[in-house]
């Protein structure tokens, strides 16, 4: 009889591996897109990988010392101190990519035997016909990284069922994330995941604000948000979210003039927010969608994730794409990655972009349009809901100053529509009127 032998591994290249992602963030970034923990062969190497991913996703240094921190106790029981010093003394560095690739080729091996396994297991029982055991292996072996598979009706049958079923439970409740605003959700359905929502608007209509607004209304219904912030810095932002949240001017906010009312008002909601501590920031200034995409994969293992915001599109900084690349081109595969994102991680992913203004300017009717969007093709092809902020006094002084409308210009499930809203920019407030 022949003897069971080891898995297929590599335990070199996840040591050599797991010693460089510590050092290098441009490695680690990159092996967090490919990798999953369970790519790793050695349990000490899943929980050290497991661990590293954590400490990126909140943004902490990696060193031998946070990372024996943030392992803990018990952890560094199984794992020990000495051998996560060996590890990094020892390393022989290479290629990070060409380790990616033998872990990753192992990985699949490993789970090709166990796939092969069962079904050795099901042919030596009656249960099943050889042809339905057939079947089933050669789908598990051609089943893609995001899972997607052909189904039959049985399964679409039973998940529309499910599907229906949760929402009667509901009881006519909206399917989607709640933001707070009443009549925006009903309209919308709520903010769903799965889906890719891109915000346009012209400059000084209020989007960034709209979209902040937007993830705090998330976070405060108990949703986690992640916000890529590649404009503005943490002071600014900070300021911003401080002002829609306890209504304080925000130019006292920035030069410092304040009762002991507005004192008491900021120090609420700073603790309304910790106590939650729900909202994720990055305001890292160079973000490529490399990097984005493996901070959101690392932030979903570590502390969960439910909707993403990017501000903005134009300025995710290209990598490695080839110079030859045109704008509509490049912006079509920054939206495409961040959809596919979505649908794998069950998220939603909000993303703000920029207009051509050049076209808008000599239209009568200033709102704008999905095609009107910087690389308009691509993006709105790969976009689930368009949305677009408009605000009439930026072009007739008589308009109300607060009136500010959402367009609906694509939403796949519903119709294009407008939805009423008020700004009150000095606070950097959107309010929605229905909900008074």
Known sequence: MEMLRELPNNQKAEQELLAYIMTND???????????VEDFYLGRHQLIYSTISSLYAVGSSINQITLCEALGTENLKKITVSYISDLITNAIYVEHKDLIKIIKEKSKRRKLIKECRKAEKLAFGEDKRSDDITAELEMKLNERKNDSKVVDDEFTMFATFKSIEERCKNKGQIPGMRTGWKGFDFRLKGIQKKKLYVVGGAPGMGKSAFCLNMAEGLANNNNKVLYFSL????EECGIRRMSAGTMIEATKLELGVLSDSDIEKMSKFASLKTSKNN?????????????IISKCKALKKSKGLDVVFVDHLGLIDKGDVDDAVGMSEQLGRFTWALKQLAEELDIAVVVLSQLKTGAISTRNDKRPFAY??????????????????YRDIKYNEEADPEAMEILVRKFRGGMEQVIDMKAKLQYYKIFDPANF
């Open 231 to 234: 404009e503005m810095d943490e």
């Open 279 to 291: 909202f994720y920031s990055d305001y890292s200034p160079y973000q490529t969608i490399t990097s």
């Open 26 to 36: 441009i490695a680690l970034s990159e092996t967090l897109s490919e990798l999953e």
């Open 372 to 389: 009107d969007i910087e690389g308009s093709k691509k993006i709105e092809q790969n976009a689930n809901v368009i949305l677009m902020c």
